[in-house]
């Protein structure tokens, strides 16, 4: 089974500083993807990046980019120039494989507040 | 327009009624999900369903019974609801190559 551990249940900084969430993952899966999705206060899910295993190069989105460790397992989520509008839960997930029925393992969440 | 829709947004109910969740995704999508967000935020998978066809059911108990008449609509009733039944349940839907796409959830409270 996959578990995926998010240890930092709260965080907070600075408007306009650089944040990172982090992530770890245990599997025994070689092809797999990982998310990071926002939940802000309106409780939607809204994913924010994703990654396919089988590539080396760090997904980026705009602000946001993850450093993905494979042999650590490990996927991080780095937020630059944060914005009030980052304030959200952020949650890691893991799919096992991209046959489209494959459910999403989550982490238990970090709650990111940005301060301004 | 809305990709993945659910309704109600909320609902708040006695123990021991019992009530229905409907979702509906108009992306052409073969697999539909419902997740479980518990007090904690913690959020996890119950049922899935691929073109109709139960593929995941994760222990929950046989109070809850999700039904697919087509592949566009996943419902979810609850029977007999009980005080730890409150939470958010979320509706979802992928395809192959694609990402989950997820409904604004349910916040099921009862009382």
């Known amino acids: 089974a996959q578990t995926v551990t998010q240890s930092q249940p709260e965080m907070s900084v600075q408007e306009a500083e650089t944040v990172t969430l982090s992530c770890t993952y245990d599997t025994s899966e070689n092809n797999y993807y990982l998310f990071w999705y926002k939940q802000p206060p309106s409780r939607q899910m809204i994913l924010v990046i994703r990654q396919e295993a089988y590539k080396q190069q760090n997904a980026t989105e705009n602000r946001f980019s993850v450093n993905f460790q494979k042999a650590a397992k490990s996927f991080s989520l780095k937020i630059s120039d944060s914005q009030l509008g980052d304030t959200a839960m952020y949650f890691c997930a893991f799919m096992r494989s991209n046959f489209g029925n494959e459910k999403l393992t989550f982490g238990t969440g970090t709650r990111l507040t940005i301060i301004p | 327009d809305t990709a993945v829709s659910q309704t109600p947004k909320y609902l708040v109910t006695q123990m021991g009624n019992d009530k229905s969740i409907k979702c509906e995704q108009n992306l052409g999508h073969d697999t539909m999900y419902w997740y479980k967000q518990d007090s904690k935020k913690f959020l996890k998978i119950m049922f899935s369903y691929n073109n109709k066809e139960l593929i995941i059911n994760e222990t929950v108990p046989n109070r809850f019974s999700p039904k697919s008449p087509d592949k566009a609509h996943l419902n979810l009733h609850i029977n007999s609801l009980e005080l730890g039944d409150s939470a958010v349940y979320f509706c979802?839907?992928?395809?192959?190559?694609?990402?989950?796409?997820f409904g604004s959830g349910t916040r099921l409270t009862v009382v």
């Open positions: 979802a839907s992928s395809q192959v190559g694609a990402t989950s796409d």
